[in-house]
Antibody
Framework: QVQLQESGPGLVKPSETLSLTCTVS????????WSWIRQPPGKGLEWFGY????????KYNPSLESRVTMSVDRSKNQFSLKLTSVTAADTAVYYC????????????WGKGTTVTVSS | QSALTQPASVTGSPGQSITISCTGT?????????VCWYQQNPGKAPKLLIY???NRPSGVSNRFSGSKSGNTASLTISGLQADDEADYYC???????????FGGGTKLTVL
């Protein structure tokens, strides 16, 4: 059974960089695509983008692209998200998820981690 | 890229059927069979209910079904149960740079 677990700081200061890691268990990261999604308090879902396990193919949401970097660490079966120059608007629950092959759905999700941007 | 349009709320009674709509454009919902639906209970991660318009992942009840007509996709829940009360989100592939877009979500209340 594939499981994903997000980890990272729960509090980030404005203008700093938010860094999160997703650990994949029950399956190898060397297949499929891996995504990040967030959900601000009381609001809907926002897709960040995906990255292929090779790390060479990535697609980002254009509204976030200038601040987002995703990467993969195959040795640790993990993938990561970095979001620069954060503001209070980046306060949200952040989810990692698996995107099977070339499909457009997310079939396995992590439980989510809350990140608050505040000084 | 605008989000897909869903009703903010839908209400039904136990045993009834309800339908949640998801309206997009020919660049997303209408142009591709890559619409999916998620169920999200309070404080929990979304759960995939339907993918590729009509397909159910293993383990998802056949009370949930999906369809599409033109630029509007629909999720139908039959035989409503109390634990169906949740938020439901549609999502689609889009030929714009956004690649994956979500609807704004629909809160289902089971009276």
């Amino acid at each position: 059974q594939v499981q994903l677990q997000e980890s990272g700081p729960g509090l980030v200061k404005p203008s700093e960089t938010l860094s999160l890691t997703c650990t994949v268990s029950g399956a190898s990261i060397t297949s499929d695509y891996w995504s990040w999604i967030r959900q601000p308090p009381g609001k809907g879902l926002e897709w960040f983008g995906y990255i292929y396990y090779t790390g060479t193919a990535a697609k980002y949401n254009p509204s976030l692209e200038s601040r987002v970097t995703m990467s993969v660490d195959r040795s640790k079966n993990q993938f990561s998200l970095k979001l620069t120059s954060v503001t209070a608007a980046d306060t949200a629950v952040y989810y990692c998820a698996r995107k099977p092959d070339a499909k457009a759905h997310l079939d396995v999700w992590g439980k989510g981690t809350t990140v608050t941007v505040s000084s | 890229q605008s989000a897909l349009t869903q009703p903010a709320s839908v209400t039904g009674s136990p045993g009834q059927s309800i339908t949640i709509s998801c309206t997009g454009t020919s660049s997303d919902v209408g142009g591709y069979n890559y619409v999916c639906w998620y169920q999200q209970n309070p404080g929990k991660a979304p759960k995939l209910l339907i993918y590729d318009v009509t397909n159910r992942p293993s383990g998802v009840s056949n009370r949930f079904s999906g369809s599409k007509s033109g630029n509007t996709a629909s999720l139908t829940i039959s035989g409503l149960q109390a634990d169906d009360e949740a938020d439901y989100y549609c999502s689609s592939y889009t030929s714009s740079d956004s690649y994956i877009i979500f609807g704004g979500g629909t809160k289902l209340t089971v009276l």
